[in-house]
Nanobody, 121 residues
Framework: QVQLVESGGGLVQTGESLRLSCAASGSISKINAMGWYRQAPGKQRELVARIISGDSTNYADSVKGRFTISRDNAKNTVYLQMNSLNPEDTAVYYC???????????????WGQGTLVTVSS
């Protein structure tokens, strides 16, 4: 019913930047919130940044001042601009969305398949 497709991951060096994108498609009536989580090897998945309708945002302390989340409501797309990357940012980054489905108006929490970000020292 709903798909989240991420793009923009890759291999960069310390101090460089990347921009992740995530587009939601399918039977969507409304998206209440979108966000990015990440999971490093051997660690639990953690929230990186989240943006809700009205453009209220919150960030993990470890990325404040370096990462910026934004969304294009017309395109059902969320972005994560990541600057000043360091090896501790290496992880699989997952897109997440809180969606109200069309017709049924049921709530669905959707996840993308993940995109790998690797930062070399």
């Amino acid at each position: 019913q709903v798909q989240l497709v991420e793009s923009g991951g890759g291999l960069v060096q310390t101090g460089e930047s990347l921009r992740l994108s995530c587009a939601a498609s399918g039977s969507i009536s409304k998206i209440n919130a979108m966000g990015w989580y990440r999971q490093a090897p051997g660690k639990q998945r953690e929230l990186v940044a989240r943006i809700i309708s009205g453009d209220s945002t919150n960030y993990a302390d470890s990325v404040k001042g370096r990462f910026t989340i934004s969304r294009d409501n017309a395109k059902n797309t969320v972005y994560l601009q990541m600057n000043s990357l360091n090896p501790e940012d290496t992880a699989v980054y997952y897109c997440n969305a809180d969606i109200i489905l069309r017709l049924s108006f049921r709530y669905l929490e959707a996840w993308g398949q993940g995109t790998l970000v690797t930062v070399s020292s």
